[in-house]
């Protein structure tokens, strides 16, 4: 099975900052990783699929890059509504489906 | 509009069965595969697996294989998963999810979840 590494585990930022996370494959998935957004005690939300395209609805400050193993998620600029836990899935092998462990954002 | 509505929550005793059911409405669906994604107390999401509402056909993360059955009513645009054998590491939220039947496509829509508790 493919393993997904997200990083930093955690993090605190202040409202306007620009916040990078990012998450590595085992293995070459090409562009297959998608991004989602989880607030506490609600579902997860797509953000970005294909590793940089942004889902309808998505606000621009949300951004993706990377291909083979390595790729990031951007928030340009940090909102407060932006709290939340970020996980990273690859879906080059479904099932299985592997997600990242997730970061957990936090507003300082 | 997409909508995933999942059943109510759950407490069931360890060795019992559950079934979580998702009912579809906004769009066609046969046309989007299904998958079944958990999410144990502060913890991450967990891949379980996804059914073809057209066919029928299941396939399995290999933890899953022989404890978990996926099915569909195509006539109530419904989907359900059954898990046996139910053990306390098997507390979690449960989500449905959908993906367009292409390779490698992202879960676009997500069910509110259904919370499974295994307690004796």
């Known amino acids: 099975d493919i393993q997904m590494t997200q990083s930093p585990s955690s993090l605190s930022a202040s409202v306007g900052d620009r916040v990078t996370i990012t998450c590595r494959a085992s293995?070459?998935?090409?562009?297959?990783l998608n991004w989602y957004q989880q607030k506490p005690g609600k579902a997860p939300k797509l953000l970005i699929y294909?590793?940089?395209s942004l889902q309808e609805g998505v606000p621009s400050r949300f951004s993706g890059s990377g291909s083979g193993t390595d790729f990031t998620l951007t928030i340009s600029s940090l909102q407060p509504e932006d709290l939340a836990t970020y996980y990273c899935q690859e879906t080059y092998t479904t099932p299985p489906s592997t997600f990242g462990q997730g970061t957990k954002l936090e507003i300082k | 509009q997409v909508q995933l509505v999942q059943s109510g929550a759950e407490v069931k005793k360890p060795g019992a069965s559950v079934k979580v059911s998702c009912k579809a409405s906004?769009?066609?669906?046969?046309?989007?595969?299904l998958h079944w994604v958990r999410q144990a107390p502060g913890q991450g999401l967990e891949y379980m697996g996804w059914i073809n509402p057209n066919s029928g056909a299941t396939n399995f993360a290999q933890k899953f294989q022989g404890r978990v059955t996926m099915t569909r009513d195509t006539s109530i645009t419904t989907a359900y998963m059954d898990v046996s054998r139910l053990k306390s590491d098997d507390t979690a939220v449960y989500y449905c999810a959908r993906d367009r039947m292409v390779v490698g496509q992202p879960l676009d829509y997500w069910g509110q979840g259904t919370l499974v508790t295994v307690s004796s």
């Open positions: 294909a590793a940089s």
């Open positions: 293995q070459s998935i090409n562009t297959y």
């Open positions: 906004g769009y066609t669906f046969t046309e989007y595969y």
